[in-house]
């Protein structure tokens, strides 16, 4: 028995990008087409946040899916909308459809549907609190025509026309008020626990797998070296206050490598660390542990849930108050004594292989 009855799935995606949450999106089209749905995928601009209507053509990246998309939406009570966190802006403009929500995330849906008190609120201590508040003060003077056109001229840039970063400003307050037929689907514990803190209903689990693909691409007799892989894009201001406190260690930055390449880098590094505010469960981790990385992460988001990143408490470090000489100890740790350290991953590595079954599992909960 299912949750929802419907005839039609319509499942939102950003329009010719890929991410692993847009990925998310296709796989749950795809595995609903293969068990006979209705599904579709229905595109939207990130240029002009409307639907796309005259392209039928799925994302280059995502064609080894069984995908059909939609340019029209029937919107009506018998058919089903799965509107992601990042467009929750995106609900006023379905009326009769029921609508889910799969937050992937709790940050990105903060900052996509521009409201900036839910953010600040939300923010990991003062440090992440000002830039917020640089931020803000940058976007108000864009706002600002003259100002931006007087700062455009200082700096030598060319003059372009301001646009409102917040143009729906849809906090979660206004969603509250829309609570009443939505559905909230969550893919980590962690983000389940804030829309209880919301005071939200009907709160479901759907959670993701990493592509099956990267599993078959383990090669387990590389020989393991002493390096540690980060990546740059997330807690960079954490690691590089760890890499001054171990001058000399091998410190390589995940970007700008070949997907062979990367699995290369993860079958020969002992050690992965993240100390990114982890918005859900983010995949990188769980790549380098499929690979034999022993991964330390900080407790921001979902990294301070064992349900979510399922790494022992040893190796996960309070950021705002960490001392990195404790740091440096447990990696040394892990570099003299990596045999025995990987055991510590084992259940982790056990939980990723269980993931897309889990998946399926959910799906059927919800879908049937």
């Known amino acids: ?24 999106s296709h796989q749950l089209v795809d595995y609903l087409r293969n068990e006979g749905k209705e599904a579709f995928i229905f595109y939207i601009s990130l240029t002009t946040n409307k639907m796309v209507t005259d392209d039928n053509q799925v994302t280059e990246a995502y064609k080894k899916y069984n995908i059909t998309v939609a340019n029209y939406i029937e919107d009506e009570p018998i058919n089903v909308v799965v509107i992601p966190e990042a467009f929750i802006k995106m609900i006023p403009c379905f009326k009769k459809a029921q609508i889910c929500i799969w937050w992937m995330s709790v940050e990105n849906a903060l900052f996509w549907n ?6 600040y609120r939300h923010a990991n201590g003062w440090r992440q609190k000002a830039n917020l508040i640089k931020k803000q003060f940058g976007r108000l003077v864009k706002l600002n025509k003259s100002v931006w056109k ?13 646009t409102n970063p917040f143009p729906n400003n849809y906090s979660m307050a206004k969603l509250l008020k829309e609570d009443y037929r939505l559905y909230h689907f969550y893919q980590a514990t962690y983000i389940q626990q804030f829309l209880y803190s919301q005071r939200f209903d009907r709160i479901l689990r759907l ?10 691409n383990i090669n387990g007799s590389v020989r393991k070296e002493n390096i540690i892989l980060y990546n740059p894009a997330k807690g960079l201001y954490y690691t590089k206050k760890l890499m001054k406190v171990m001058q000399g260690y091998r410190f390589i930055p995940l970007q700008g490598f070949t997907r062979d390449q990367l699995n290369h880098l993860f079958d020969k590094a002992k050690l992965y660390i993240d100390f990114g505010p982890f918005p859900g469960k983010d995949r990188l981790p769980r790549e380098a542990a499929i690979h034999n990385c022993c991964v330390i992460t900080g407790r921001f988001g979902a990294s301070g849930f064992f349900e979510d990143v399922p790494v022992y408490g040893k190796y996960k470090f309070d950021m705002l108050h960490a001392n990195y000489y404790e740091i440096k100890h447990r990696i040394d740790e892990v570099f003299a004594n990596y045999e025995n350290c990987i055991k510590d991953f084992a259940y982790m590595r056990e939980s990723i292989l269980m ?10 909960n919800i879908f049937g």
Request: glycine content about 8%.
């Open 150 to 162: 007087i700062t455009c001229k200082f700096f030598g840039h060319e003059y372009y026309e301001p």
């Open 207 to 216: 959670t993701d797998y990493i592509n099956p693909e990267i599993l078959k």
């Open 114 to 119: 521009g409201n900036f008190g839910d953010l």
């Open 1 to 24: 028995m299912s949750l929802l009855y419907y005839k039609k799935v319509y499942v939102m995606a950003p329009y010719k990008y890929a991410t692993g949450g847009i990925e998310l």
């Open 355 to 364: 993931e897309q079954t889990n998946f399926h599992q959910e799906v059927k």
